[in-house]
């Protein structure tokens, strides 16, 4: 079974095929899944992303039940999509900041790009060695959100890390029976509780640390520096019109189909640069 289908999650026993995108409150909802299975508390005593994997995402299943549960219109499907230029930046932070794998994989990534396609010159920005090759520990201490953005289109958002990877190529062929908003998500997961006939909370997990006390734009500061900020402030911080545009460039799909919009995004840009010292 391929990407993304073998990631969905379902529920014979609660009549749920559930769609899960990176960076949209999937955590969560992933524990969610295991304590209405399992019981309350359940979440706590595993990992819950492995345990999902092992045990409820179609991949786990025999071929026969994979097939079934794709194709069973009792299944109320359901997913959750998020604004892409939150979900970047929550991306950037959570997996850049501390350093984690999908960051190395990058910094190799982009390494790789250079020495196949030497025509591509990033010597005015520092990042091109004479060998060719980029500093994975230059990039541990400098890279900054703007060179990020500047790296992610170079390449194509298919292959993205599912951290970033464009939300609409997750659903598939699927139709949905709800899609929900991380912007409203308590509302949103209550809804979708009501529809389901169950009740209960969505845990908390994987929260950005949060500090409203930094109010100045962050595009151009390093990994350096943003692993010495107590908190990070909202996403807009991250942004300058242009490089807003450059992202809305990049998610043009779940802009058009999910009803984001880039303008009322720059509104909040701009009213927000006007507080800046």
């Known amino acids: 079974m391929r990407w993304p289908e073998k990631h969905f999650v379902a529920s014979e026993q609660f009549q749920f095929l559930y769609i899960p995108i990176e960076k949209v409150a999937c955590s969560a909802l992933k524990s969610w899944v295991i304590e209405l299975a399992e019981g309350q508390g359940a979440a706590n005593c595993v990992d819950s992303n492995a345990h999902i994997r092992s045990r409820y995402e179609l991949q786990a299943q025999p071929a026969e039940v994979q097939r079934r549960w794709l194709h069973d219109k009792r299944l109320f499907r359901f997913a959750f999509v998020r604004n892409p230029w939150d979900r970047l930046v929550s991306g950037f932070l959570n997996k850049f900041v501390p350093w984690k794998s999908p ?36 990039w541990r201490e400098e890279l900054t959100f703007r060179q990020f953005v500047a790296e992610l289109r170079q390449r194509n958002p298919c292959r ?18 709800f899609l929900g ?11 979708l509780c009501q529809k389901l006939n169950f009740s209960g909370n969505l845990p908390e997990a994987n929260k950005t640390r949060r500090d409203a006390a930094v109010l100045r734009n962050l595009a151009d500061a390093p990994l350096s520096e943003l692993r010495s900020l107590a908190g990070f402030p909202g996403y807009s911080w991250f942004y300058t019109p242009d490089l807003a545009e450059q992202v ?14 880039l303008a009322s995004g720059q509104r909040e840009l701009a009213g927000e640069s006007e507080r800046l010292p």
Do not use: V
Not at 110 to 120: F, G, P, V, Y
Not at 248 to 261: H, N, Q
């Open 103 to 138: 960051a190395q994989k990058f910094a190799e990534e982009h390494a790789r790009r250079l020495r196949w396609s030497r025509a591509i010159n990033w010597m005015s920005a520092g990042w091109l060695c004479s060998s060719g090759k980029a500093s994975s520990q230059r």
């Open 160 to 177: 993205f890390d599912l951290h970033w990877r464009p939300q609409h190529l997750f659903l598939g062929t699927q139709p949905l029976d």
């Open 181 to 191: 908003r991380f912007e409203n998500l308590e509302d949103d997961f209550r809804t």
């Open 248 to 261: 809305a460039e990049l998610y043009t799909e779940d802009i058009r189909r999910f009803g984001y919009d």
